[in-house]
């Protein structure tokens, strides 16, 4: 938010200058993100009176002027302006002064000059009698200007500017404003945090505020028939209004925090907007069917225009200000063209209302409109300002526009908020600061940003102010204490206290971060995606197939997303994975490999959720496309494939000590194609394999891509109740190495028949592993061979006949199960 300092300068006085408040202001919480400078400085320039005004003896158009600047001697100075005349009170640059003059042949349309003592034509000159646009106040070149007779000589010019309301340089600041202090967001709001700073007194325009009632509540009536968005309406009626220009003063306090002047009724809204943070509307009142105002919510959906020209689609709801026939204003957020101040306006109804925030945010959001107004409205204005900021407006018309206040006003609040009370324990700001604050202080800082105190044993009963919607407890006054006494005033403490208990990272955490390392060791690149996505996707991606054949719930839609790209929480990692792979290797990446540790969210009941209805659970995924290994003079170019993923997977099992299966899924699928689902424990975790040729096309995958997701937080428990890795020693026993080499159906998986070998030796089985799968008519047409290396051990040494046997048993389970038989 822009924040003028001149304009903070009706309000408080301080001796500081604008990089000092721009660093106070940060430092209590109101981050000032710069400072910018503005306008003329009108440095070297004086007020002159023209003494004398003689032709120049060689020029017919220049004239030699005599001007006091208040010195002990007057000066001489050659003029070339047609209006110049003895008496008159002007701008003077002296000599040294430097000038930055129209000039339409340069780039900027100006040219700098630093004036010295010169001949012109023959004559002494010293220094220069300005007109407007030579020191930057206007465009106007007709001829010098001329002073009101208030001037002094050799007062300096940006002294008088600022007497007559007219402001010479300014400073502006660009607040960067917090959305818990709505109190903040206007002039007025700045000014009492820098007068409870620097200890100054916060100086508030006089306003008589009219009583409810009178002749105004005769000539309209307001109705608020939505009391739920509208807890206060003050109307006030200004008649006889002459709609024109605003006055220099109040155009420039617009155009400093860039805000362009429409009219002088318009700006003066805007004016106190920004001045005190209530939003005002101004209705031509001759327009308003019916003389009456009703605060009403839309049926159905309905169409209205706007003051911007556009024609919007209103949500089932909309809160309205209508007349006696027709909508004339989306409330809080913009006016309706049908009732629009214009030159013809002659009577002016002024709005100041309180609206309730998250209703606006609400139709901001659905309209895709903010406005100034609907910025504070959605933060929460003080619902005790309206009255003060309708007679504000109703004053600067009076004066500004020459219109005339009708006694009285509307004032209708069917809802009227409560005193809020808390109490404040001197023992407590000590606990929380480290060190004891005066009691005066402590009063003295609350008064200051309006907050009420009342001393009671121990301590204060603290009354908050309506326009702090942010405070409601202890410590929340503890905090504005310490802000504005300066953190930087809390000591230093000699010594900390120190819990006996070290923290420790949960179990299931350290079991991802050694998995993260692992994958990192592989050659694995870490990332982060975005945990929200497009409905579509999500719709697309919440599928059981994903998560290894378990249920999966509905995704879960976010309320007011800020886009159609963020609107639905992940239900799985692997439409971010894939976005990133793509990405990468059409930017010149030939091959990625890719994990991601993250949640995934769905509607899902469940005994073990937070929040009921919600499944949050953390996720694995793992990717890979693209060229993985490249050629060198021992070997040739070799692309990803599902084997390398599942080796991973398997590393990744083994290093957890945790047992795995691979077990085949059959059919096609629109998201996968031929995978595994992993099954540790007592059920499913995850899946592995290929993403389906559809999605592969989709994402210009030209070699495919290759995934596991797994359920992370399942494995990490399992892991965890596992226990810490034991050592185990080597044995000194030798281990007995045996080949098998099985005639097995052409579709029988190898899986199974691992997992029946290790069933069938017991533990003397240390380690199964496939070396060759062999096919041949020999064997027949719809088998194929696979020979399998088994190491077997045991703390003691084997005999041959009892390797014999456990060999033996090994086939003959391998027969039963799966039909095999030994190779001859």
Same mark, same amino acid.
């Given at each position: 938010?822009?924040?003028?300092?001149?304009?903070?300068?009706?309000?408080?006085?301080?001796?500081?200058? @604008?990089?000092?408040?721009?660093?106070?202001?940060?430092?209590?919480?109101?981050?000032?993100?710069?400072?910018?400078?503005?306008?003329?400085?009108?440095?070297?320039?004086?007020?002159?009176?023209?003494?004398?005004?003689?032709?120049?003896?060689?020029?017919?158009?220049?004239?030699?002027?005599?001007?006091?600047?208040?010195?002990?001697?007057?000066?001489?100075?050659?003029?070339?302006?047609?209006?110049?005349?003895?008496?008159?009170?002007?701008?003077?640059?002296?000599?040294?002064?430097?000038?930055?003059?129209?000039?339409?042949?340069? @780039?900027?349309?100006?040219?700098?000059?630093?004036?010295?003592?010169?001949?012109?034509?023959?004559?002494?000159?010293?220094?220069?009698?300005?007109?407007?646009?030579?020191?930057?106040?206007?465009?106007?070149?007709?001829?010098?200007?001329?002073?009101?007779?208030?001037?002094?000589?050799?007062?300096?010019?940006?002294?008088?500017?600022?007497?007559?309301?007219?402001?010479?340089?300014?400073?502006?600041?660009?607040?960067?404003?917090?959305?818990?202090?709505?109190?903040?967001?206007?002039?007025?709001?700045?000014?009492?945090?820098?007068?409870?700073?620097?200890?100054?007194?916060?100086?508030?325009?006089?306003?008589?505020? @009219?009583?409810?009632?009178?002749?105004?509540?005769?000539?309209?009536?307001?109705?608020?028939?939505?009391?739920?968005?509208?807890?206060?309406?003050?109307?006030?009626?200004?008649?006889?209004?002459?709609?024109?220009?605003?006055?220099?003063?109040?155009?420039?306090?617009?155009?400093?925090?860039?805000?362009?002047?429409?009219?002088?009724?318009?700006?003066?809204?805007?004016?106190?907007?920004?001045?005190?943070?209530?939003?005002?509307?101004?209705?031509?009142?001759?327009?308003?069917?019916?003389?009456?105002?009703?605060?009403?919510?839309?049926?159905?959906?309905?169409?209205?225009?706007?003051?911007?020209?556009?024609?919007?689609?209103?949500?089932?709801?909309?809160?309205?200000?209508?007349?006696?026939?027709?909508?004339?204003?989306?409330?809080?957020?913009?006016?309706?063209?049908?009732?629009?101040?214009?030159?013809?306006?002659?009577?002016?109804?002024?709005?100041?209302?309180?609206?309730?925030?998250?209703?606006?945010?609400?139709?901001?959001?659905?309209?895709?409109?903010?406005?100034?107004?609907?910025?504070?409205?959605?933060?929460?204005?003080?619902?005790?300002?309206?009255?003060?900021?309708?007679?504000?407006?109703?004053?600067?018309?009076?004066?500004?526009?020459?219109?005339?206040?009708? @006694?009285?006003?509307?004032?209708?609040?069917?809802?009227?908020?409560?005193?809020?009370?808390?109490?404040?324990?001197?023992?407590?700001?000590?606990?929380?600061?480290?060190?004891?604050?005066?009691?005066?202080?402590?009063?003295?800082?609350?008064?200051?940003?309006?907050?009420?105190?009342?001393?009671?044993?121990?301590?204060?009963?603290?009354?908050?102010?309506?326009?702090?919607?942010?405070?409601?407890?202890?410590?929340?006054?503890?905090?504005?204490?310490?802000?504005?006494?300066?953190?930087?005033?809390?000591?230093?403490?000699?010594?900390?206290?120190?819990?006996?208990?070290?923290?420790?990272?949960?179990?299931?955490?350290?079991?991802?971060?050694?998995?993260?390392?692992?994958?990192?060791?592989?050659?694995?690149?870490?990332?982060?995606?975005?945990?929200?996505?497009?409905?579509?996707?999500?719709?697309?991606?919440?599928?059981?197939?994903?998560?290894?054949?378990?249920?999966?719930?509905?995704?879960?839609?976010?309320?007011?997303?800020?886009?159609?790209?963020?609107?639905?929480?992940?239900?799985?990692?692997?439409?971010?994975?894939?976005?990133?792979?793509?990405?990468?290797?059409?930017?010149?990446?030939?091959?990625?490999?890719?994990?991601?540790?993250?949640?995934?969210?769905?509607?899902?009941?469940?005994?073990?959720?937070?929040?009921?209805?919600?499944?949050?659970?953390?996720?694995?995924?793992?990717?890979?496309?693209?060229?993985?290994?490249?050629?060198?003079?021992?070997?040739?170019?070799?692309?990803?494939?599902?084997?390398?993923?599942?080796?991973?997977?398997?590393?990744?099992?083994?290093?957890?000590?945790?047992?795995?299966?691979?077990?085949?899924?059959?059919?096609?699928?629109?998201?996968?194609?031929?995978?595994?689902?992993?099954?540790?424990?007592?059920?499913?975790?995850?899946?592995?394999?290929?993403?389906?040729?559809?999605?592969?096309?989709?994402?210009?995958?030209?070699?495919?891509?290759?995934?596991?997701?797994?359920?992370?937080?399942?494995?990490?428990?399992?892991?965890?109740?596992?226990?810490?890795?034991?050592?185990?020693?080597?044995?000194?026993?030798?281990?007995?190495?045996?080949?098998?080499?099985?005639?097995?159906?052409?579709?029988?998986?190898?899986?199974?028949?691992?997992?029946?070998?290790?069933?069938?030796?017991?533990?003397?089985?240390?380690?199964?592993?496939?070396?060759?799968?062999?096919?041949?008519?020999?064997?027949?047409?719809?088998?194929?061979?696979?020979?399998?290396?088994?190491?077997?051990?045991?703390?003691?040494?084997?005999?041959?006949?009892?390797?014999?046997?456990?060999?033996?048993?090994?086939?003959?389970?391998?027969?039963?199960?799966?039909?095999?038989?030994?190779?001859?």
């Amino acid at each position: 938010m822009k924040i003028s300092i001149q304009w903070l300068s009706d309000y408080v006085d301080t001796t500081w200058s @604008p990089e000092t408040i721009a660093d106070r202001l940060t430092m209590s919480g109101l981050e000032v993100e710069s400072v910018e400078s503005i306008g003329p400085t009108f440095d070297g320039i004086v007020v002159g009176r023209v003494l004398d005004v003689a032709r120049h003896p060689q020029a017919d158009r220049l004239t030699v002027c005599s001007v006091d600047l208040g010195s002990e001697s007057p000066v001489q100075i050659v003029c070339g302006a047609p209006n110049v005349a003895a008496g008159q009170l002007v701008p003077v640059a002296v000599v040294g002064t430097t000038l930055r003059l129209p000039d339409r042949t340069s @780039p900027d349309g100006t040219r700098e000059i630093t004036l010295s003592r010169a001949k012109i034509r023959g004559e002494e000159s010293n220094g220069m009698i300005c007109a407007e646009d030579e020191i930057g106040l206007s465009d106007d070149h007709s001829g010098i200007m001329v002073l009101a007779t208030d001037a002094v000589p050799g007062e300096p010019f940006a002294e008088w500017l600022a007497r007559n309301g007219r402001a010479s340089g300014d400073a502006v600041l660009d607040v960067s404003i917090t959305p818990n202090r709505p109190d903040a967001v206007s002039h007025i709001g700045i000014a009492r945090d820098i007068a409870a700073l620097s200890g100054s007194t916060l100086r508030l325009p006089p306003v008589s505020v @009219p009583t409810a009632g009178g002749e105004a509540a005769s000539a309209f009536s307001v109705d608020v028939e939505a009391p739920d968005g509208c807890g206060r309406y003050v109307g006030l009626l200004v008649r006889g209004v002459t709609v024109g220009e605003s006055p220099d003063w109040l155009k420039a306090r617009l155009e400093a925090i860039g805000l362009r002047p429409r009219s002088n009724i318009v700006d003066i809204t805007n004016y106190v907007m920004f001045e005190c943070g209530q939003p005002l509307h101004a209705f031509d009142f001759d327009r308003l069917a019916g003389r009456r105002i009703v605060v009403r919510r839309t049926r159905g959906d309905s169409r209205f225009t706007t003051l911007d020209g556009k024609e919007r689609t209103l949500p089932d709801g909309t809160l309205m200000i209508a007349d006696g026939e027709r909508d004339v204003a989306v409330a809080g957020i913009m006016g309706g063209a049908n009732t629009e101040v214009s030159e013809a306006t002659v009577n002016v109804l002024i709005e100041s209302a309180w609206f309730e925030p998250s209703g606006i945010r609400r139709t901001a959001k659905a309209l895709g409109l903010q406005t100034d107004a609907s910025y504070r409205f959605e933060r929460g204005v003080d619902p005790e300002l309206q009255a003060w900021a309708a007679a504000r407006a109703a004053q600067l018309m009076v004066e500004e526009a020459g219109g005339t206040l009708v @006694p009285g006003s509307v004032d209708v609040r069917p809802v009227r908020p409560e005193t809020r009370t808390t109490v404040l324990r001197a023992a407590r700001i000590e606990s929380v600061l480290g060190a004891p604050v005066p009691a005066g202080d402590v009063e003295r800082l609350l008064a200051a940003i309006g907050f009420g105190t009342s001393e009671i044993a121990g301590g204060w009963t603290v009354t908050i102010p309506s326009f702090r919607p942010d405070v409601s407890r202890e410590i929340d006054c503890i905090e504005e204490v310490a802000r504005l006494r300066g953190f930087d005033a809390i000591p230093e403490p000699a010594a900390s206290r120190v819990p006996h208990e070290n923290y420790r990272t949960p179990a299931e955490r350290e079991i991802y971060r050694r998995v993260a390392d692992l994958l990192v060791g592989y050659g694995y690149r870490e990332v982060y995606t975005n945990s929200l996505m497009r409905r579509e996707t999500a719709a697309e991606f919440a599928d059981p197939v994903l998560r290894a054949g378990r249920p999966v719930g509905a995704p879960v839609e976010t309320v007011n997303p800020i886009s159609q790209e963020m609107a639905v929480l992940r239900p799985s990692l692997l439409p971010g994975a894939l976005q990133v792979l793509s990405h990468n290797l059409s930017h010149g990446q030939r091959g990625m490999r890719v994990f991601e540790i993250g949640t995934v969210i769905d509607r899902f009941d469940a005994p073990d959720t937070p929040i009921a209805g919600f499944r949050e659970r953390t996720h694995l995924l793992i990717g890979a496309s693209g060229v993985i290994e490249p050629a060198g003079w021992d070997r040739s170019e070799r692309t990803a494939d599902a084997f390398d993923v599942k080796g991973v997977v398997e590393a990744l099992f083994a290093d957890l000590d945790l047992p795995v299966r691979f077990v085949p899924s059959e059919g096609a699928h629109p998201l996968v194609g031929a995978h595994l689902r992993i099954e540790s424990g007592d059920g499913p975790v995850g899946l592995v394999g290929p993403v389906s040729r559809a999605l592969a096309v989709r994402h210009d995958f030209r070699t495919g891509a290759f995934f596991a997701e797994i359920d992370l937080q399942a494995v990490a428990a399992a892991a965890a109740e596992r226990g810490n890795a034991r050592y185990r020693e080597i044995s000194r026993f030798p281990v007995v190495e045996r080949d098998l080499a099985l005639v097995v159906s052409a579709g029988q998986p190898v899986g199974p028949l691992v997992d029946a070998i290790r069933r069938a030796g017991g533990e003397l089985v240390r380690s199964v592993a496939v070396f060759d799968v062999f096919r041949d008519e020999r064997l027949g047409a719809d088998r194929k061979s696979v020979a399998f290396s088994l190491r077997l051990g045991a703390d003691r040494t084997l005999r041959d006949e009892e390797i014999d046997r456990v060999v033996s048993r090994i086939v003959t389970a391998l027969e039963r199960q799966a039909g095999a038989r030994l190779r001859s």
